[in-house]
């Protein structure tokens, strides 16, 4: 039985304290590193900054656990090679990030002006020439996607989740959402192109075709993103609902959807910056203009994409210029594309269930 | 209007498991019944089985007759909704809802049911609610606070706070005190004598004191053997049960001896 009175044993009781590394130890192995690694990598080798940071990389892999081994012991020497190792991919996975924020900001900041962003192309040659028309098709036709395409994804889930069960006709869908996902988004666009010149003949193209090839890109995203999010709300509060005597479909949209509405809208949020930056499918369907255009249901609508893809493969005769306006446009998009994940982000912190101790 | 419950020949599956058999039972009305027996017997699947509540989780039926006022609540023509509308439920683990504040989560069940009512009345009501489950002086400074933010034993007594806000004609009740402090429990077992005035109630507790302390009537449920279904070994009025039980395993599990 239990003794209160008995002292814990004494002996046996390994010490708790262990000599450690000093806290600028690391620090101290990359600068030491970055020496040897200019010494040896970029003088003798003659390998410039490439061969000094790899050799620094070497010094730091090696030299670090070695010393904590050394000092520390061999649980926290691994523990260092392991930190490093992390350390080491996660800097290899900046590298085309950073890289391409610094290409896209250094080439496209030079351009951006109030006037870039008031004038179109109409009628420009040269210089003087802006983004409003893509700019204004992008913003158009991702919202009418997005229109389209929230309803269709967020009702699907629900019935996935809620009503379906796993009866055989939901997991056909699961199935067809599966491989919607993998649908390339060229065959998205030759899709919607198809649909369209059925109804209105061959080489029709207008804002509302590119809306629904970019729906049927999204439409799969919210459907998993929404299925998933529903599938964490606990039974438990389904079932306190019902226990209320409120009916099912009271229940899904006043309890379950609120619960899951912060993950919803990050996940469809995601999908909309996921289809901004189509390219292919707009191609087919909304096509280029150099004109304004604020109706997607007639005549040609240029996005970002599509007019950076036409200002690098057919300049014309003003390439310098042309360049400069797609770089330019590329910041524009890659600059909206964070903004949206930022706002998902934001609205998920708004909308997530309050513990508020 | 407590209701009585008459259940005769109840057999209740989880897919074709069999959990409970051949439950016969009647609960009166306007009296506390409690039920008792080992973990894993059946006693929260026969309860959820009193107000439709089993058949939410997939796969789940029950056959057999539960009569509530000469009405078969199984009957194919019966609403599940408007059963448990009358008969309310306290679950084993708290439930608040997340995204509601404590004064939303008492009047839940009637804004959910979309009923509309004046900020004087809806006031009333959750301090009556929550007054009657012992939680008003400890929250009513901050009911505009999430739910979630009380402590476990606080969210059990939020959670029959909300079930008593509807004023269901039966209340049931599955372990309502097994994450309560002493004091709580005490309040909790007060407003079930309170209730029993106007309610029929049933209890599912592990703790004997408590079966005999409230209720009228016990029930004993305990499987035959591991991997058979669960069953009522004995139902009798509470007095009896403690004192001089016509079952065996009763006196035993009672005493103390298993489960
Ligand atoms: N959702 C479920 N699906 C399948 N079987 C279940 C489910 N819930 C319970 N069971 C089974 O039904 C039987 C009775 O379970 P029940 O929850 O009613 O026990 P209990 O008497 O309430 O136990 P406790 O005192 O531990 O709460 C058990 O064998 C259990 O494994
Ligand atoms: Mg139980």
Redesign the pocket.
Same mark, same amino acid.
């Given at each position: 039985m239990t003794d209160l009175d008995s002292k814990p044993a004494e002996t046996h009781l390994a010490p708790l304290s262990h000599a450690t590394l000093p806290g600028w130890a690391p620090w101290a192995t990359v600068v030491v590193g970055l020496v040897v690694g200019a010494i040896v990598g970029g003088v003798m080798l003659g390998g410039g900054v490439v061969a000094t940071v790899v050799v620094a990389w070497l010094v730091v892999v090696l030299a670090l656990p070695l010393w904590s081994r050394a000092v520390e012991g061999g649980r926290k020497g691994t523990d260092r090679l392991v930190t490093v190792l992390v350390w080491s991919t996660f800097g290899l996975a900046m590298i085309p990030l950073v890289s391409l924020t610094w290409q896209v900001v250094s080439k496209g900041v030079g351009i951006l002006s109030p006037q870039f962003f008031q004038n179109s192309m109409a009628g420009v040659l040269g210089s003087g020439g802006g983004i409003y028309h893509a700019l204004m098709g992008t913003l158009i036709i991702t919202a009418l996607a997005t229109l389209i395409s929230v309803p269709i994804g967020v009702l699907t889930a629900v019935y996935l989740v809620e009503y379906g069960k796993n009866n055989t006709f939901s997991r056909i869908i699961t199935f067809l959402v599966d491989v919607m996902t993998g649908i390339p988004s060229i065959v998205a666009g030759l899709f919607a192109y198809a649909l369209f010149v059925a109804f209105f003949g061959p080489g029709v193209k207008m804002g509302f075709a590119g809306s629904i090839a970019l729906s049927v890109l999204m439409i799969p995203v919210v459907v998993r993103s929404t299925e998933e999010m529903l599938k964490l709300v606990p039974a438990d509060l389904r079932e306190a609902s019902y226990a209320l005597g409120v009916p099912k479909w009271r229940t899904i949209t006043k309890v379950v959807m609120p619960t899951a509405v912060a993950g919803i809208v990050t996940g469809v949020t995601l999908a909309v910056a996921r289809v901004a930056g189509e390219t292919a499918p707009l191609l087919l369907t909304a096509g280029l203009t150099n004109y304004v255009n604020f109706n997607p249901f007639d005549g040609r609508m240029t996005t970002l994409p599509v007019f950076i893809y036409y200002a690098i493969k057919e300049p014309g005769i003003y390439a310098e210029e042309m360049t400069a306006y797609a770089w330019g446009a590329a910041l524009v998009l890659v600059v909206i594309v964070m903004a949206l994940n930022v706002v998902a982000r934001v609205i998920g912190g708004v909308f997530a269930p309050k513990t508020g101790r | 209007m407590a209701k009585s419950i008459d259940v005769s020949d109840l057999n209740i599956y989880? +897919?074709d498991?069999l959990?409970?058999e051949g439950v016969n039972i009647s609960i009166k009305a306007r009296a506390v019944t409690a039920l008792i027996?080992? !973990? +894993?017997? +059946?006693? !929260?699947?026969?309860?959820?089985s009193l107000n439709r509540m089993h058949e939410v989780?997939p +796969?789940?039926r029950a056959e057999g007759k539960v009569m509530v006022d000469g009405q078969d609540l199984y009957a194919s023509d019966v609403d599940p909704v408007a059963v448990r509308r009358q008969i309310g439920m306290v679950f084993?683990r708290p439930n608040p809802f997340p995204t509601m504040s404590i004064y939303e989560n008492v009047l839940a069940g009637k804004r959910l049911n979309a009923k509309k009512l004046k900020k004087s009345e809806a006031d009333d009501l959750v301090e009556k609610s929550l007054r009657g489950a012992n939680l008003w002086t400890e929250v009513k400074d901050r009911l505009g606070k999430p739910g979630m933010g009380l402590s476990g034993g606080q969210q059990q007594r939020l959670c029959i706070a909300r079930a008593i806000a509807v004023e269901p004609e039966v209340l049931l009740m599955?372990?309502p005190c097994s994450a309560l402090d002493p004091i709580s429990t005490a309040a909790i077992e007060d407003l079930i004598h309170d209730l029993k005035s106007d309610y029929t109630i049933v209890i599912?507790t592990?703790n004997m004191q408590q079966a005999a302390r409230v209720s009228d009537d016990t029930g004993f449920?305990n499987l035959r053997a591991t991997g058979e279904p669960?069953q009522l070994v004995e139902f009798n009025p509470t007095k009896k049960m403690f004192t001089n039980p016509d079952n065996e395993s009763t006196e035993s599990y009672i005493s103390g001896r298993f489960g």
């Amino acid at each position: 039985m239990t003794d209160l009175d008995s002292k814990p044993a004494e002996t046996h009781l390994a010490p708790l304290s262990h000599a450690t590394l000093p806290g600028w130890a690391p620090w101290a192995t990359v600068v030491v590193g970055l020496v040897v690694g200019a010494i040896v990598g970029g003088v003798m080798l003659g390998g410039g900054v490439v061969a000094t940071v790899v050799v620094a990389w070497l010094v730091v892999v090696l030299a670090l656990p070695l010393w904590s081994r050394a000092v520390e012991g061999g649980r926290k020497g691994t523990d260092r090679l392991v930190t490093v190792l992390v350390w080491s991919t996660f800097g290899l996975a900046m590298i085309p990030l950073v890289s391409l924020t610094w290409q896209v900001v250094s080439k496209g900041v030079g351009i951006l002006s109030p006037q870039f962003f008031q004038n179109s192309m109409a009628g420009v040659l040269g210089s003087g020439g802006g983004i409003y028309h893509a700019l204004m098709g992008t913003l158009i036709i991702t919202a009418l996607a997005t229109l389209i395409s929230v309803p269709i994804g967020v009702l699907t889930a629900v019935y996935l989740v809620e009503y379906g069960k796993n009866n055989t006709f939901s997991r056909i869908i699961t199935f067809l959402v599966d491989v919607m996902t993998g649908i390339p988004s060229i065959v998205a666009g030759l899709f919607a192109y198809a649909l369209f010149v059925a109804f209105f003949g061959p080489g029709v193209k207008m804002g509302f075709a590119g809306s629904i090839a970019l729906s049927v890109l999204m439409i799969p995203v919210v459907v998993r993103s929404t299925e998933e999010m529903l599938k964490l709300v606990p039974a438990d509060l389904r079932e306190a609902s019902y226990a209320l005597g409120v009916p099912k479909w009271r229940t899904i949209t006043k309890v379950v959807m609120p619960t899951a509405v912060a993950g919803i809208v990050t996940g469809v949020t995601l999908a909309v910056a996921r289809v901004a930056g189509e390219t292919a499918p707009l191609l087919l369907t909304a096509g280029l203009t150099n004109y304004v255009n604020f109706n997607p249901f007639d005549g040609r609508m240029t996005t970002l994409p599509v007019f950076i893809y036409y200002a690098i493969k057919e300049p014309g005769i003003y390439a310098e210029e042309m360049t400069a306006y797609a770089w330019g446009a590329a910041l524009v998009l890659v600059v909206i594309v964070m903004a949206l994940n930022v706002v998902a982000r934001v609205i998920g912190g708004v909308f997530a269930p309050k513990t508020g101790r | 209007m407590a209701k009585s419950i008459d259940v005769s020949d109840l057999n209740i599956y989880y +897919g074709d498991f069999l959990a409970v058999e051949g439950v016969n039972i009647s609960i009166k009305a306007r009296a506390v019944t409690a039920l008792i027996g080992p !973990s +894993g017997c +059946g006693k !929260s699947t026969f309860l959820r089985s009193l107000n439709r509540m089993h058949e939410v989780i997939p +796969g789940a039926r029950a056959e057999g007759k539960v009569m509530v006022d000469g009405q078969d609540l199984y009957a194919s023509d019966v609403d599940p909704v408007a059963v448990r509308r009358q008969i309310g439920m306290v679950f084993q683990r708290p439930n608040p809802f997340p995204t509601m504040s404590i004064y939303e989560n008492v009047l839940a069940g009637k804004r959910l049911n979309a009923k509309k009512l004046k900020k004087s009345e809806a006031d009333d009501l959750v301090e009556k609610s929550l007054r009657g489950a012992n939680l008003w002086t400890e929250v009513k400074d901050r009911l505009g606070k999430p739910g979630m933010g009380l402590s476990g034993g606080q969210q059990q007594r939020l959670c029959i706070a909300r079930a008593i806000a509807v004023e269901p004609e039966v209340l049931l009740m599955d372990e309502p005190c097994s994450a309560l402090d002493p004091i709580s429990t005490a309040a909790i077992e007060d407003l079930i004598h309170d209730l029993k005035s106007d309610y029929t109630i049933v209890i599912v507790t592990h703790n004997m004191q408590q079966a005999a302390r409230v209720s009228d009537d016990t029930g004993f449920f305990n499987l035959r053997a591991t991997g058979e279904p669960g069953q009522l070994v004995e139902f009798n009025p509470t007095k009896k049960m403690f004192t001089n039980p016509d079952n065996e395993s009763t006196e035993s599990y009672i005493s103390g001896r298993f489960g």
